[in-house]
């Protein structure tokens, strides 16, 4: 039986899957604004038609919304239906 080596994440998944820092951070972004968008839509009680009327989007894109699909929208896209979902999204440098 071997032993596998236990290494520490760096705090970003994509970044620990070996993506450029750059392209990790974006990644990051988008997953963390669809898990906010599918985590107000459920608290909600929101419908897909009704959240696809509320976001301004088909039925279909909210269906891959909440299914986690972050590679089928933008950043900018994401940010967007985040304001008209009533988040308020703030970027962060560190």
Not at 1 to 16: C, H
Not at 53 to 65: E, F, H, K, N
Request: no cysteine; hydrophobic share 45%.
């Amino acid at each position: 039986m071997t032993k596998e080596a236990i290494v520490e994440s760096s705090g970003n998944v994509f970044a620990d899957l070996g993506f450029s820092p750059e392209e990790a951070a974006l990644l990051a972004m988008r997953a963390e604004l669809i898990a906010r968008l599918r985590e107000t839509i459920e608290q909600a009680g929101w419908t897909q038609v009704q959240a696809a009327s509320r976001l301004g989007i088909g039925q279909s894109r909210v269906s891959d919304l909440m299914r986690g699909k972050y590679d089928k929208f933008s950043l900018d896209m994401l940010v967007t239906l985040a304001t008209r979902a009533g988040r308020r999204v703030e970027l962060a440098v560190a």
